[in-house]
C-alpha cells in the first residue's frame, strides 16, 4: 500500500513538472518575439559575457542588434549592463560601450552599469541610474538580449517599475536546447528569489 501511495506521489509530481515545463517554456517562446509598437527613452542592453576582453558570440549578437536599434533611434540614450566575471578581463558593459563607439556610437551617449552580476541586477542597477541621472521613477525602455531570455528580462524590468518592451538577438542553433531548458529553472528562481524592495 505504502508502495502505491509513494508511486502515485512520484507520478503527481513528475506530471506537474511537465505541465509547469510545457507553460514555462510556452511563456518564453511566445514573449521572444520583438515588439513593434512601442515608444521608449532608453536602450538598455543586457551582458552575457566577455572572453578576456572579446564579446563572445552571444553578446556580439546582441550588440550587433543594440546597433541596428540605435541606426533607427539615433537619439535614444544607451545603457549597457554588465559586471566583471571570472575570466573577463574587462567589466562586460566596457566591453560593450567599447564595441559601440568603435561602431561609431557617440560615447556620450552610452551609459556603463559595470557592477551587476544577474539579471536582475543588470535591471535593478539600470533603474538606479536612470532614476539618479534623470528622475523617472516608470521609464519606458527596449530590452536587447536574447530571444529565450526576453520573458525573465521583461518580467523583472516590470516589478522594478519599467515599461519594458523586447527586442531579441537569436540564439546560436546548437545552443537552442541547452539554454531554453536552463531558462526553465531560472524563470522559476527569478518567481521565487527575485524580490524589490519597496
Not at 43 to 56: E, Q
Not at 67 to 84: D, R, S, T
Amino acid at each position: 500500500m505504502e508502495k502505491k501511495l509513494m508511486l502515485n506521489v512520484i507520478k503527481v509530481i513528475f506530471l506537474l513538472c511537465i505541465t509547469s515545463f510545457i507553460i514555462i517554456e510556452g511563456f518564453i517562446i511566445v514573449n521572444g518575439k520583438e515588439d513593434t509598437n512601442y515608444e521608449v527613452d532608453y536602450l538598455v542592453v543586457l551582458g552575457s559575457g566577455v572572453w578576456g576582453d572579446v564579446l563572445s558570440p552571444t553578446l556580439l549578437d546582441r550588440m550587433n542588434k543594440a546597433l541596428e536599434f540605435i541606426n533607427n533611434n539615433p537619439n535614444i540614450k544607451i545603457i549597457v549592463c554588465g559586471g566583471q566575471g571570472k575570466g573577463e578581463n574587462i567589466p562586460e558593459a566596457q566591453a560593450m560601450r567599447d564595441y559601440l563607439v568603435l561602431n561609431g556610437i557617440d560615447e556620450n551617449q552610452i551609459i556603463q552599469e559595470d557592477k551587476s552580476t544577474s539579471t536582475m541586477e543588470n535591471l535593478k542597477f539600470a533603474k538606479e541610474i536612470i532614476t539618479k541621472l534623470y528622475g523617472e521613477k516608470n521609464p519606458k525602455i527596449m530590452i536587447i538580449t536574447n530571444d529565450f531570455h526576453l520573458f525573465r528580462s521583461k518580467f523583472i524590468a516590470k516589478k522594478l517599475g519599467f515599461i519594458p518592451y523586447g527586442m531579441p538577438s537569436k540564439t546560436i542553433t546548437y545552443l537552442v536546447p541547452k539554454y531554453y531548458t536552463r531558462e526553465y529553472f531560472a524563470v522559476i528562481k527569478s518567481f521565487i528569489f527575485d524580490k524589490v524592495k519597496s
